[in-house]
């Protein structure tokens, strides 16, 4: 079973900076992908980021430039790091983790509100 646990949202003024945290925990020996999804109010889902165990990252258009994944030795935390932030970035951000030869395991979402 994986766990994964948030941290780090909040409410910033446009142009202002976060950053989140996502931990992973339980039994799984590695960490394929790990990334960010976001929802904001009425709108589906949509993929933000990832980074895979190579170290390969990929960022969604509207948040390139801007925002800057991370994670720590151990590859089983990842640190988003969202500057210059807009008030359309305001929504529930989900961290997902995907390990090798399990499904992938969503956290519980914390929420990021950009407004002034």
């Known amino acids: 079973q994986v766990r994964v646990v948030e941290s780090g949202g909040g409410l910033v003024q446009p142009g202002g900076s976060l950053r989140l945290s996502c931990a992973a925990s339980g039994t799984f020996s590695n960490i394929d992908i790990m990334g960010w999804y976001r929802q904001a109010p009425g709108k589906q889902r949509e993929w933000v980021v990832s980074?895979?165990?190579?170290?390969?990252?990929n960022y969604a258009d509207s948040v390139k430039g801007r925002f800057t994944i991370s994670r720590d030795n151990a590859k089983t935390t990842v640190y988003l790091q969202m500057d210059s932030l807009k008030p359309e970035d305001t929504a529930i951000y989900y961290c997902f983790v995907h390990p090798r030869g399990i499904g992938r395991s969503w956290g519980q979402g914390t929420q990021v509100t950009v407004s002034s």
């Open positions: 980074i895979l165990s190579g170290g390969y990252i």
